[in-house]
């Protein structure tokens, strides 16, 4: 009885093959019929080769990033003072005060900041690079935002706007002008200060008016410079405050060729050319050029004084004439 079995299964094996080796016969001879009969009914996808994708962004050479130089590079080695070793790297002299620290934790000499991870400390410290461009002296946090900023200045010749005339840097900034200025579609909604009223195009210069002058409405877009700690209202003055580190001033006078940090100071300063005044005051309509005068002369009218001595409490017109009160300030006796 098993051998009868076993032949059963050998002979379902052989013909389970045998059915397999037909049916390969068959789509062999198919295919040959329709290669050379080129029949409609049996089709023979073939496999099609793929492109190579092409990367988006080419990444540049290792020595053309080398050429941007980090502003916080060390020109001289640090030297520790409680051992005397001296070191060539802010890195390796931050690796080096975990030996001192009693806490165990690597401090940045830079800043106050302390860490306890080696990746995070070391990460902090190359937050204190600044790379400069070399045609415009904008500043940048890394060598590959120096380097992409650094393209733009290429072979890049500004768009006239055919409307009204006015020069853009490129196509791409051409059409966000039409959308911004001469859109009739979308015609602009001034973003309006629920507090005083003031008008702004987007709501990103909203917010940095609400972070300046309503900080009860609890927004801060403030930001810290890594050099000196100070605290700046937004971004864009942390850009205009670096210069003051760097020395770099790009914008010019048409007409004295005196330079500035910003474009608001060359404005503020052609007044002296024009002889501009467009602060009118509402008391007594005398006429400034610049708007810090003109704020300290409404105080003189209002009798606000908003700025008082740390020691005594009397109150001031401006910071300045309250650092001279301070100099001169003793304690009132009780």
Request: hydrophobic share 25%; aromatic share 6%; with cysteine.
């Amino acid at each position: 009885m098993l051998s009868n079995a076993k032949k059963t299964r050998r002979s379902g094996r052989i013909t389970s093959r045998h059915k397999q080796s037909k049916s390969n016969d068959k789509f062999l001879k198919r295919k040959q019929q329709s290669d050379d009969d080129s029949d409609p009914d049996f089709i023979v996808r073939e496999r099609i080769p793929t492109k190579p994708r092409r990367c988006a962004s080419v990444s540049p050479e290792l020595d053309t990033l080398d050429k941007f130089i980090n502003l916080n590079e060390l020109t001289k080695p640090l030297q520790c003072k409680e051992c005397r070793v001296t070191f060539n790297s802010n890195i390796d002299f931050g690796f080096h005060s975990k030996m001192h620290n009693e806490d165990g934790q690597y401090s940045c000499h830079l800043c106050e900041c302390k860490k306890e991870s080696k990746r995070s400390f070391k990460n902090h410290i190359r937050g204190h690079d600044i790379f400069k461009c070399k045609k415009c002296k904008k500043i940048f946090k890394s060598r590959l935002c120096a380097f992409k900023h650094s393209e733009s200045h290429v072979s890049q010749k500004p768009v006239p706007c055919e409307i009204c005339g006015k020069k853009v840097k490129s196509s791409k900034h051409l059409k966000i002008h039409h959308k911004n200025i001469h859109s009739n579609d979308k015609p602009l909604v001034p973003f309006k200060c629920t507090i005083c009223n003031k008008e702004y195009k987007n709501a990103t210069s909203l917010k940095g008016h609400y972070s300046f002058n309503h900080k009860e409405l609890g927004i801060d877009m403030s930001v810290i410079c890594d050099i000196c700690g100070k605290r700046l209202s937004c971004k864009g003055k942390l850009k205009q405050h670096l210069r003051t580190h760097t020395g770099d001033k790009p914008f010019s006078c048409t007409v004295c060729s005196r330079t500035f940090a910003s474009k608001d100071i060359v404005t503020s300063h052609m007044r002296v050319h024009t002889g501009e005044k467009p602060y009118v005051c509402m008391y007594c309509g005398k006429k400034f050029a610049h708007g810090a005068p003109y704020r300290y002369h409404i105080k003189t009218h209002t009798g606000e004084k908003s700025c008082n001595c740390p020691i005594c409490g009397k109150g001031f017109i401006s910071k300045a004439n309250m650092r001279i009160h301070i100099k001169t300030c003793i304690i009132p006796s009780k």
